[in-house]
């Protein structure tokens, strides 16, 4: 596990792009596994800069997310399809038909779990997964527990995930209580890891990831098993490594 200490969020932001778009450049028709949330948004900003100077060419990417909430509709402001596209697809040039966004609303979710992840398979399997992470340890929307799951799949949101994206919403109640999202075993078969934490908020769970045991309670500490895990952290976020 390599780690990148910056001294703030601009940084990581401006690493981070810098670190995409050279996996882009090195490999034109790369597979990228996509997060959402507040933290990858300024790595979206910059991603789009690039685009527009030149500097780099999406139109063999192909692209598939983590994650999506379930029961919101791929038009509402705090879903992820509209996420994505409001902050990089529709201000880059990658083909509609290579994007891939877990569906929330799928009405045979077990299956289409399973064909989400015969798609990446199919892909070639991702090059480089993005992944931010919650105050919890969770990393897509993996939270923690007695065991976690290999594949892409249904989960019941928990507490502290509810509170911290109800800040996304009018209030917490508004949250949706379930998502569907990449597993672990999903996301450890990547070729490249990324992981991006801003703000003290985050520090424990850096901690916890960077130097505690590995186990299902903080998923994000299945990391330390990676042989290209690398981690993008602001001077706050590593303040207690």
């Given at each position: 596990m390599k780690i990148h200490v910056v001294e703030d969020y601009r940084q990581l932001s401006l690493k981070a792009a810098t670190l995409v778009a050279g996996q882009v450049n090195m490999k034109p028709n790369a597979v990228l596994g996509l997060a959402t949330g507040s933290t990858p948004e300024g790595m979206y900003s910059e991603l789009v800069r690039l685009f527009h100077a030149g500097a780099v060419d999406f139109s063999e990417v192909v692209t598939f997310n983590l994650d999506e909430y379930v029961g919101l509709d791929s038009s509402h402001p705090q879903s992820y399809h509209y996420y994505m596209h409001h902050h990089l697809f529709n201000h880059v040039n990658i083909p509609a038909g290579n994007i891939h966004i877990p569906s929330g609303n799928a009405a045979d979710m077990a299956a289409f779990c399973r064909e989400y992840d015969q798609k990446i398979a199919a892909a070639g399997g991702i090059d480089l997964q993005i992944l931010g992470i919650g105050v919890n340890g969770h990393i897509g929307f993996n939270e923690p527990g007695e065991s976690l799951s290999v594949g892409t799949h249904l989960i019941e949101l928990s507490r502290e995930t509810i509170e911290a994206n109800s800040r996304f919403f009018d209030s917490a109640?508004?949250?949706?209580?379930?998502?569907?999202?990449?597993?672990?075993?999903?996301?450890?078969?990547?070729?490249?890891?990324?992981?991006?934490?801003?703000?003290?908020?985050?520090?424990?769970?850096?901690?916890?990831?960077?130097?505690?045991?590995?186990?299902?309670?903080?998923?994000?500490?299945?990391?330390?098993?990676?042989?290209?895990?690398?981690?993008?952290?602001?001077?706050?976020?590593?303040?207690?490594?």
């Open positions: 109640d508004e949250v949706p209580r379930q998502a569907v999202t990449m597993g672990m075993g999903s996301i450890m078969k990547a070729r490249r890891i990324l992981l991006l934490a801003s703000g003290k908020s985050k520090a424990k769970a850096i901690r916890e990831t960077v130097c505690g045991r590995v186990t299902p309670q903080v998923p994000a500490s299945f990391l330390q098993l990676h042989r290209r895990a690398i981690l993008i952290v602001d001077r706050e976020a590593a303040s207690l490594l």
